[in-house]
């Protein structure tokens, strides 16, 4: 695998990544592989499978624009596993306006994904979320209030 193989399969996460930032989680659900395994803090249990993962992504995604103006990646690392899969492990930000127009941090992740090429396209085969700093009290309320859910029954 080459670096510009890599690099494209990075360019492209972020561009799915930036739709789902933007309100539209169809990026992520178009990318996902029919055996996808998908761990995330808003999920009572790991989920498995694509149409469990689309349902998941539709359950807590706000309606309309999510209000995020700017994400940012720490420390991207891609390992390949093979010619075909590729770990991608990374820290990501991200940031709303404030009632200025000010930009303040909204959440923080470490996300590790791991994409497969199968057919000559790229698919997400595994997906782990987690909250950067776990004891953060206030991120799950902001999550919460973002998408207007009840996360107990999650």
């Known amino acids: 695998m080459t670096q510009k193989e890599i ?3 990075i360019d492209f996460e972020q561009q799915i990544q930036w739709r789902w930032s933007c309100g539209d989680p169809n990026g992520y659900i178009d990318a996902l592989a029919e055996d996808v395994t998908y761990v995330d803090p ?3 249990q790991f989920l498995y499978g694509r149409e469990a993962v689309s349902a998941h992504f ?12 700017r994400q940012e990646y720490h420390n991207e690392t891609a390992r390949v596993m093979n010619e075909n899969e590729v770990l991608l492990v990374f820290g990501f930000t991200t940031f709303k306006a404030d009632e200025r127009g000010n930009e303040k941090l909204f959440l923080s992740w470490n996300i590790s994904l791991i ?4 057919d000559g396209r790229w698919l997400l085969t ?3 979320l987690s909250l950067r700093n776990d004891f953060d009290l206030e991120s799950l309320p902001r999550l919460q209030e973002m998408w207007k859910k009840d996360l107990s029954v999650l």
């Open 42 to 44: 808003l999920a009572k």
């Open 126 to 128: 595994h997906g782990h």
């Open 7 to 9: 690099e494209t399969l």
């Open 58 to 69: 539709k359950r807590i995604m706000p309606e309309g624009p999510t209000g995020i103006v």
């Open 115 to 118: 994409f497969r090429k199968t």
